[in-house]
């Protein structure tokens, strides 16, 4: 059993990523239910009571559960950490920004920390102290991140530059795809998109429907659709997500995007998140969406995910 085990005790090393608007309580429930790490996905903005609620669904079950955090949002304001530690959370992940207070109050109330990184320069600072689990991220995987390096190199970088526990995320969906990390020593996977359209995750239905209906060809790293909302992310992180009407019109022109940003388009993007139209809105997924087929629940996919067993026993069957 390795430390991360003995640490959160899951079956399956398999967490699932604490998707902002489709990794809600239920579906961290359903995964950690299921013996992988549910973990909730804390939007940039968001309400006591949203996180309460959330909190509740899988805090009394006594099973593994963390939340993740955009570092950006929590370098303004701390409380909806500070809300989600009173329910006692195992892990709290902290990415996309400088990780220090976060980090800092997390291990004040005695709980890990884990931080994505999506390069060399974010990897070491994840070596820092104050990170116990390193999350390698690569530019495959959906949602907002750095579009550098692939899972793999930046896995195996990992791999021999720590003897921190390592999880590798971006672009993991199938059996085959965990044995691969298990094998380059991950200690367990991060997986998003594979989660988006199963009947637990929040995601709003069309949204479900555009991942289920998307290909491996489909997606696109951009930050339009983030710069149309006024959203402060740092450029450094994009997104991936489906392909669509506005990413097609935009992706391409970032600067001229920049400089039409003002309130109607502003307006126009919340008004098409709200409805869910997903000619305008983002879907956010990687390139994994390819195995995002039919409706699942989370114990399915774990399931599946869980035959990585075979696959490395065959694996090593077939050069032995
Ligand atoms: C719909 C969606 C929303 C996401 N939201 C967040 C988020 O709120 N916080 C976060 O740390 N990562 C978020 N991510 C990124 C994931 O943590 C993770 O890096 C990614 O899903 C892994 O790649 P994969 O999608 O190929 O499995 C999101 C990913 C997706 C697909």
């Known amino acids: 059993m390795s430390d991360l085990q003995k640490l959160l005790s899951y079956r399956e090393p398999v967490f699932n990523a604490p998707m902002a608007g489709a990794a809600s309580g239920a579906l961290a429930a359903a995964v950690a239910t299921a013996g992988g790490v549910g973990m909730i996905g804390i939007p940039a903005a968001t309400a006591q009571t949203w996180v309460d609620e959330q909190a509740r669904m899988v805090c009394d079950l006594e099973l593994p559960w963390g939340a993740g ?67 390698v991220r690569g530019a495959e995987g959906g949602g907002h991140g750095r579009n550098e390096i692939g ?82 992310w740092d450029p450094a992180y994009g997104g991936r997500a489906v392909r669509n009407t506005f990413s097609d019109r935009w992706a391409d022109r970032i600067p001229a995007l920049e400089e039409k940003a003002d309130e109607s388009l502003r307006r126009e993007m919340v008004r098409a998140r709200t409805e869910a139209d997903v000619t305008i809105a983002p879907v956010y997924a990687g390139q994994s969406v390819e195995f995002v087929r039919h409706t699942e629940t989370a114990a399915e996919v774990i399931a599946e995910l869980a035959e990585f067993r075979e696959v490395l026993a065959h694996t090593a069957q077939r050069f032995s």
């Open 69 to 135: 955090f955009m570092g950006w949002a929590l370098e303004r304001d701390l409380s909806a950490m500070e809300w989600i530690l009173d329910y006692d959370p195992a892990l709290i992940c902290i990415s996309f920004g400088d990780p220090t207070r976060g980090a800092a109050l997390a291990h004040e109330a005695g709980v890990s920390t884990a931080m994505q990184v999506g390069n060399a320069a974010e990897l070491n600072r994840a070596l820092e102290d104050d990170i116990d689990v390193v999350i």
């Open 151 to 232: 899972t793999l190199p930046l896995l195996q970088l990992a791999i021999e530059q720590t003897r921190k526990p390592v999880i590798a995320a971006g672009g993991i969906a199938t059996a085959h795809g965990v044995a691969a990390a298990l094998a380059c020593g991950a200690e367990a996977v991060w997986v998003g998109t594979r989660f988006l359209a199963c009947s637990e995750s929040s995601a709003h239905q069309r949204l479900k429907e555009r991942a289920l209906q998307a290909g491996m060809d489909d997606t696109v790293y951009t930050r339009a659709f983030d710069i149309a909302q006024q959203l402060p």
